[in-house]
């Protein structure tokens, strides 16, 4: 068996990954042709897509209205044995509705919606009102997905 077999994971365990890690590397194509990499936090959704928020004046968004077609890099590990990661190719779709920009910032900050009660839920959201008017929403829906956990080789390389 390759090692590239050895180390893909699971659907289950690449919703986990997600799941547990804050920061992505969203890559869109820039208008000279070179890769526009940047950091962005994000929010997995069930249905496998991911989002994020930025401002609508920025380089990335001008990108995305070019070519929606973007690399997202989450990944983590200091060692080789601990190196664990995912690549997402994509077509990124640009969301303009208030809500839905208002939950990916509370989401992407770590706020646990569904956790606060309802008054609670709308003392945040008004909280953020003025970010929202200023950002627009991002959302990826994964074409292809490539994944890799070196800790599954169990030390042999």
Avoid at 37 to 64: C, E, H
Avoid at 78 to 100: I, N, Q, R
Wanted: charged share 30%; glycine share 8%.
């Amino acid at each position: 068996m390759s090692r590239r077999v050895q180390i893909i994971m699971s659907p289950e365990e690449i919703r986990g990954f997600l799941g547990s890690e804050k920061t992505l590397i969203l890559v869109s194509n820039g208008r000279g042709g070179f890769p526009h990499p940047m950091p962005m936090w994000f929010v997995a959704d069930d249905d496998g897509s991911i989002r994020m928020t930025t401002f609508k004046k920025s380089q990335k968004v001008y990108n995305l209205r070019r070519d929606p077609r973007v690399t997202l890099l989450v990944e983590s590990g200091e060692t080789y044995e601990k190196l664990k990661g995912v690549a997402l190719y994509a077509h990124a779709e640009l969301v303009e509705d208030p809500d839905l920009i208002s939950d990916t910032l509370l989401r992407a900050a770590g706020t646990d919606l569904d956790a606060i009660p309802a008054s609670s839920l709308e003392e945040m959201r008004k909280g953020v009102q003025g970010q929202v008017a200023k950002r627009i929403m991002i959302r990826c829906k994964p074409d292809r997905v490539v994944s890799w956990d070196h800790g599954k080789l169990g030390g042999v390389y």
